[in-house]
């Protein structure tokens, strides 16, 4: 039987996933608490967390719905029956279900959503000779050689001042040409977490056409049908060397992206047109199938960081809006 409370799990929520790695724009980590003391004995993991999925979590008594998108963003200026996410919050606090959302702290977190994502992938991932170079400066750290995909070759490297000279010069050994052009040095208070940053830049092992690349994302994230659209006049036969993905709406991180392909959830018509005309293919699985599947592999993590007294279920109800018929 579970002795956890209510406020210890959330703490071991915020440790797994810090929310300093989340946008300042967004609404995360505990939403909804019950007036009373609560012990969690039963979770239940969720994408979204609509009235089907409320309804599953009454029928099971649950203790706390872990919803990965925030069910409170835009302030609620009342709680009625009438709106559906008001009327969901108004069951949580009803039925005393705390409500925690952690959204882009796990996107950006190492290990991941989008970590996950670009499991797709796997195998097919080259480690960037970069790595061997700033090891020969042992004043600098790089922070992982998948970074924040805004640009195209971008990576995070911490490093006193004393030590730049050098590195711009390691920089300047990078495989595309001008690369010190691109340089951005930034002072830093408080350092980064290492391999946290949005979205992913992936440099493959070996081109792999872009039909192939279709068919590793469709597997991975059991999918029958996504959306495609190919760069310029290029054909399905493309060989793809680069792929830079964000879960969700990745659209305005990736737009000025170099890469052969982009993996996200949606973008707008006029952000696809941008992409091809600019030479990179585009590959969209809507919105919640890029960061679902990755609940049951979080499922492990959370069980392993609260032990097996605490029931940790995925949701059955939960799924994209959106289908292909």
Same mark, same amino acid.
């Given at each position: ?123 097919? /991932?080259?480690?960037? &000779? =970069?790595? %061997? $170079? +700033?090891?020969?400066?042992?004043? *600098? ?20 001042? /004393?030590?730049?000279? &050098? =590195?711009? %010069? $390691? +920089?300047?050994?990078?495989?595309? *040409? ?27 092992? %070996? ?119």
């Amino acid at each position: 039987m579970s002795s956890l409370t209510l406020n210890s799990v959330v703490d071991e929520f915020n440790r797994l996933a810090p929310l300093s790695l989340a946008e300042s724009w967004d609404n995360v980590g505990l939403l909804v608490e019950p007036t009373s003391s609560k012990i969690i004995k039963k979770i239940l993991l969720t994408n979204d967390l609509t009235n089907s999925v409320m309804q599953e979590a009454e029928s099971s008594s649950v203790d706390l719905i872990y919803s990965y998108h925030p069910p409170i963003f835009a302030p609620l200026k009342r709680i009625t029956a009438s709106n559906w996410k008001e009327n969901i919050i108004a069951r949580c606090l009803e039925n005393k279900i705390a409500v925690y959302s952690p959204h882009t702290a796990l996107d950006a977190l190492k290990g991941g959503v989008n970590d996950w994502l670009a499991e797709a992938f796997e195998g097919k /991932k080259l480690v960037r &000779s =970069i790595l %061997e $170079l +700033v090891a020969s400066v042992p004043e *600098a750290r790089l922070e992982e050689h998948i970074s924040t995909a805004d640009g195209y070759e971008q990576m995070t490297i911490m490093a006193p001042e /004393k030590a730049l000279p &050098s =590195i711009i %010069e $390691l +920089v300047n050994q990078c495989s595309f *040409a001008n690369a010190s052009r691109y340089v951005r040095i930034i002072r830093v208070e408080k350092p980064p977490i290492p391999g946290s940053g949005m979205g992913r830049l992936i440099r493959l092992s %070996e081109p792999i056409t872009i039909n192939r690349v279709v068919e590793l994302v469709k597997t991975h994230l059991k999918l029958q049908h996504v959306r495609l659209a190919t760069a310029g006049n290029a054909e399905n036969n493309m060989n793809v060397e680069t792929i830079a993905l964000c879960a969700g709406s990745g659209a305005s991180l990736l737009k000025n992206v170099k890469a052969d392909v982009f993996l996200t959830g949606e973008m707008s018509h006029h952000e696809v047109l941008d992409a091809v005309h600019r030479g990179t293919s585009v590959i969209l699985c809507e919105h919640s199938n890029t960061e679902r599947g990755f609940l049951s592999k979080w499922k492990e993590v959370l069980h392993s960081a609260l032990g097996e007294d605490v029931q940790i279920d995925v949701s059955l109800n939960d799924h994209d809006p959106l289908q292909v018929v």
